[in-house]
Nanobody
């Protein structure tokens, strides 16, 4: 089973930017869904963005649409989430996930049932 290792989290002021990375060890599916989720204490894990490694199709939650870009470097087996104009509500533990199945289509949040997860990287946004 693949391991996912996140990095790039940290503390930033509102309006700032961060680039989160997810390194994938093992075989990355040709048509698979890779995604980012986030969670704050006491809340459900929330889907943020995802990408299909086969066709490059991307999906974003409304809360980060137009402020974030997800991309994948297939050679490096790394998924990047660039987040700009960060807001207080972006604070949370960010998790990388790989959907269990091969996916020919949109990588919506439901595709990640039974996914493989990383350990997370903390993002803290302050004013």
């Amino acid at each position: 089973q693949a391991q996912l290792v996140e990095s790039g989290g940290g503390s930033v002021q509102t309006g700032g930017s961060l680039e989160l990375s997810c390194e994938h060890s093992g075989f990355m599916k040709s048509y698979g869904c890779m995604g980012w989720f986030r969670q704050t204490p006491g809340k459900e894990r929330e889907w943020v963005a995802s990408i299909n490694t086969g066709d490059g199709g991307t999906e974003y939650a409304d809360s980060v649409q137009d402020r974030s870009t997800i991309s994948v470097d297939l050679a490096k087996k790394t998924v990047i989430l660039q987040m700009n104009n960060l807001k207080l509500e972006d604070t949370g533990m960010y998790y990388c996930a790989e959907a269990r199945d091969t996916i020919f289509g949109r990588c919506v949040a439901e595709r990640f049932s039974g996914a493989t997860w990383g350990q997370g990287t903390q993002v803290t946004v302050s004013s």
